[in-house]
């Protein structure tokens, strides 16, 4: 039975994604490729739930890269309501969320994220848990946005486990 969520970090071009098993936790496919190629991940890929960070306002003046960013989340809801079955869910995840779910502060930064899970996952493993190329690690390909997709997709699936 299959059960991962793909969960996924948007920007205005390009970004990142997370595929994990949700009961392990383990990343089956990460990566940061461009939006149209998310579009084709969103409508080929067999997952069972998808989690999309979405942009609050905090009061301050943005620019038109959060605009951008604001219509692919859009576009990428549409796509997996048009591709994917009645029953797959999905759901808009807050930054604030992350925060408080993996560093219980609301003043962490991308830093505090990616250590606690590394803390969680990898705990004393070299290279940040990332391993090498002969020998992956948990966190083999991590870099940048796909922290925070796996970020993402792990509050995601400890909620579905807490049966939030």
Same mark, same amino acid.
């Given at each position: ?9 948007? !920007?205005?071009?390009?970004? !990142? ?5 949700? #009961?392990?936790?383990?990343? /089956? ?9 998310? /579009? ?8 069972? $739930?998808? %989690? ?12 038109? #890269? +959060?605009? #951008?960013?604001?219509?692919?989340? !859009? ?5 997996? /309501?048009?591709? %994917?079955?009645?029953?797959? #869910? ?5 930054? $604030? ?9 609301? &003043?962490? &930064?991308?830093?505090?994220?990616? =250590?606690?899970?590394?803390? $969680? ?6 290279? $940040? ?11 083999? !390909? ?11 997709? +792990? /509050?995601?699936?400890?909620?579905? =486990?807490?049966?939030?």
């Amino acid at each position: 039975m299959n059960r991962s969520i793909l969960a996924i970090d948007p !920007g205005i071009a390009s970004s !990142g994604y997370a595929l994990i098993d949700s #009961e392990t936790r383990k990343p /089956l496919s990460v990566g940061k490729i461009p939006n149209d190629q998310i /579009l084709h991940l969103i409508a080929t890929t067999n997952y069972t $739930r998808l %989690s999309v960070e979405m942009i609050a306002s905090y009061g301050m003046a943005v620019g038109a #890269e +959060v605009f #951008e960013t604001c219509v692919w989340i !859009g576009r990428f809801i549409e796509h997996h /309501l048009t591709h %994917s079955p009645a029953h797959v #869910e999905h759901a808009l995840i807050y930054r $604030r969320e992350v925060k408080l779910h993996h560093c219980q502060s609301t &003043k962490a &930064k991308d830093a505090n994220i990616t =250590q606690a899970l590394i803390d $969680r996952f990898a705990y004393g493993e070299p290279n $940040r848990g990332k391993g090498t190329k002969a020998n992956p690690g948990w966190f083999y !390909g991590f870099a940048a946005d796909i922290w925070q997709a796996y970020a993402i997709a +792990v /509050l995601t699936a400890d909620t579905i =486990q807490e049966g939030q």
